[in-house]
Structures are given as C-alpha cells and as structure tokens.
C-alpha cells in the first residue's frame, strides 16, 4: 500500500521559515525521485523541488535560493527547507514521486504566510 503523509506546515509572517516532511511507503521511496508540488487557491498544481535517488536536486525558479529539498533514506523521508518565505508561497503543499503518479496525492500540508 502506497502513503505519502505531509507534515509541518502552518502560519508563518513573511520573511519566516518553515520545514515541511513527508513519510513515504518504502516500496515507493527507495526506488523513486520525489516531488514536493503546491496548488495555491485558484491555480493549478505546480513541482516545486525534486531529488533524485542519488540526491540531485533542481527547483522551480521562484523558490530557488530560498527553499532546500532533502532525503533521508534511511527514514524513507523527503523534506523541504523553506526560509524567506513570501506571501505568495501560501499554497497547499504535497509531495508525490517525480514524475508524479495522481493515485498517490495525499492530503497536503496547508502553509500560509501572511502578516
């Protein structure tokens, strides 16, 4: 049985950080590049950082410099750093593997930054 849960998310005032977690199923997580995505009130889903299973990264151009995407193997645990938050980085957050299989979007973790 697959599950993707999300973790950590919240209200934070700009400028502020966040760590957001999501614990894979083990039979996904070692043989797969993960994704974390957002889907903010109005607008499609979007990837927002992947890491491959050899920890290569990339990230969309609005989150570069500001948010970090990590793995630990170890706790089949994908992870995203997010400092300097903005208020348009308010969205619901996920994670899926990359590419992304839509059988596996779990419930997400609401992250709001607002003052």
């Known amino acids: 049985q697959v599950q993707l849960v999300e973790s950590g998310g919240g209200l934070v005032q700009p400028g502020g950080s966040l760590r957001l977690s999501c614990a894979a199923s083990?039979?996904?997580?070692?043989?797969?590049?993960m994704g974390w995505y957002r889907q903010a009130p109005g607008k499609q889903r979007e990837l927002v950082a992947r890491?491959?299973?050899?920890?290569?990264?990339n990230y969309a151009d609005s989150v570069k410099g500001r948010f970090t995407i990590s793995r630990d193997n170890a706790k089949n645990t994908v992870y995203l750093q997010m400092n300097s938050l903005k208020p348009e980085d308010t969205a619901v957050y996920y994670c899926?593997?990359?590419?992304?299989?839509?059988?596996?979007w779990g419930q997400g973790t609401q992250v709001t930054v607002s003052s």
């Open positions: 899926n593997i990359f590419p992304v299989r839509n059988s596996y």
């Open positions: 083990r039979n996904i997580f070692r043989i797969n590049a």
């Open positions: 890491i491959t299973i050899g920890s290569s990264t």
